[in-house]
């Protein structure tokens, strides 16, 4: 006696998982300093978003193939202690973003990096600890109908900033 496996299975959807991208000038961050001064010697950390680890994991019903994707992302940066740095600690403030395939925005959350230069250290390469999202899918919907942005929150002075300096 042979079993045919191929007939106990229904057809699954694909599995796919959402586009991640850096959102485009949300990438570096410049903090100064309390107070008016904005010249190089006010510069308390630069950073730059430069990698991300993202992975999916499908938690679905067998049947009906409703249920969730879980997507673990950890964002990469580099950061570097400016001259008004003397504390030698930083907060880096970034935001995940989901959105629909029609960049309808489902959700937002603004995490933050929060660090230190070690001794005499003036730059830091790392990832930040991975954070998780579910988003919920049910047939026809998988994973590729979603987008996922990544960025540094910034504020409209550091907008203006990295336009005039980018």
Not at 53 to 78: H, M, N, P, R, W
Request: some cysteine; hydrophobic content about 40%; overall charge negative.
């Amino acid at each position: 006696n042979t079993i045919d496996n191929v007939n106990l299975f229904k057809e699954r959807p694909p599995l796919f998982c959402p586009s991640v991208s850096i959102l485009g000038d949300s990438e570096q961050i410049t903090i100064f300093k309390e107070g008016a001064g904005r010249d190089i010697i006010d510069i308390k950390t630069e950073a730059l978003i430069d990698d991300f680890i993202a992975k999916c994991i499908y938690q679905v019903d067998d049947d009906t193939f409703v249920g969730k994707i879980i997507v673990e992302l950890s964002l990469g940066y580099t950061a570097s202690r400016g001259p008004a740095n003397k504390e030698g600690t930083f907060v880096l403030p970034y935001f995940v973003t989901i959105l629909d395939k029609d960049k309808n925005i489902l959700n937002k959350a603004i995490f933050s990096v929060n660090s230190v230069f070690d001794g005499n250290r003036y730059r830091i390469t790392a990832y930040d600890a991975p954070i998780a999202m579910a988003i919920p899918v049910a047939p026809p919907v998988t994973g590729q109908d979603f987008y996922i942005y990544i960025g540094f929150q910034l504020t409209p002075a550091q907008i203006k900033y990295n336009q005039q300096d980018g």
